[in-house]
């Protein structure tokens, strides 16, 4: 009989405006199952049915804070048996009383445990009232100093899995007569080469056509551009990294989207691809339109 396979389990609790939904979106893009607003009890039905789903579902992380009110009294317990025969580990998100007024007066909402009184005054509640899962927690970030990507570049160091590419890149081509992509980060224009849409025996061939794509990396400029662009990307990419940027779509345009664009997109993806964090995907936005 086959063992279930076990359950990476995160548990992420902690301060109010401590950091809580960015650490919760940041686990979203590193393929983590995330659970906000999760009440202790409802804990380990979660990961029986996590366990029941294998491979489906291999990491989750369930939020759990204050909100529970009632509930978070037993959060401490529940950690405790939840921990045997489960790879367990509890965050616990911290920040200064300084910072965490700095935030919600931002937000000009109120402290959950603030009642009638200050947000200082609901601050010092919830303080007293996890001291204790503060104490027993895995982990503790100090998010005072750290702004959302700093957080979320946190998170990432932390908890991402062995492999995860720093950033998923994907390299569109497309043809400028039929506008330019809205969701681009960069666009290049490869109407500096010659058509190959001229020469009557490409004309009906693609990008993706072993014919076309070596005209259009045999004229003049086209292998000098792919080394020089993607030499001007790589601190782009990096920088992305270091702050976070997770997905990125740069885009190469021609005329229509079939010839050129499609051609070097393909191989300014490869080159991509050989840099550090980088994984990259290749999409021809108006390939067949014509």
């Known amino acids: 009989m086959e063992q279930p396979i076990p359950q990476e389990v995160l548990i ?5 405006g401590a950091g809580r939904s960015t650490v919760a979106n940041a686990l979203e893009d590193l393929d983590w199952y995330v659970v906000d607003n999760l009440p202790p009890q409802m804990l380990r ?40 025969g489960t790879k367990l580990r509890v965050v616990f998100l911290d920040a200064t009383d300084a910072a965490l007024v700095r935030r919600f007066d931002a937000v000009r909402r109120p402290h959950p445990l603030q ?20 104490e027993s927690s895995d982990i503790i970030i100090d998010t005072s100093d750290l702004n959302v990507h700093q957080l979320a570049t946190k998170t990432a160091e932390l908890f991402a899995a062995e492999g995860t590419p720093g ?45 076309v794509s070596d005209f259009v990396l045999g004229q003049l400029g086209a292998r000098e551009f792919l080394d020089s662009y993607a030499k001007a990307l790589a601190p782009v990419l990096a ?52």
């Open 115 to 134: 009642g009638g009184g200050t947000i200082l005054d609901g601050i010092g509640r919830e303080r007293a009232r996890t001291a204790a899962i503060r």
């Open 45 to 84: 039905p979660l990961i029986d049915l996590a366990e029941r789903a294998g491979e489906e579902l291999p990491r989750i992380a369930a939020v759990v804070d204050v909100r529970g009110r009632d509930f978070f009294s037993d959060f401490q317990q529940m950690i405790q048996k939840l921990r045997v």
């Open 12 to 16: 992420v609790t902690g301060m109010s």
């Open 167 to 211: 950033v998923r890149l994907t390299i569109m081509s497309f043809g400028f007569k039929y506008g330019l992509p809205s969701d681009a980060d960069t666009v290049a224009d490869a109407r500096f080469l010659p058509n190959p849409f001229w020469v009557p025996e490409l004309r009906a061939h693609t990008g993706l056509d072993a014919e």
């Open 239 to 290: 920088g992305y990294q270091r702050e976070n940027k997770r997905f990125a779509t740069f885009a190469i345009g021609c005329t229509g989207g079939k010839h050129r664009s499609v051609a070097l997109a393909l191989q300014l993806a490869d080159k991509l691809a050989e840099l550090p964090g980088v994984a990259t995907s290749v999409k021809h936005r108006d390939l067949g339109r014509e």
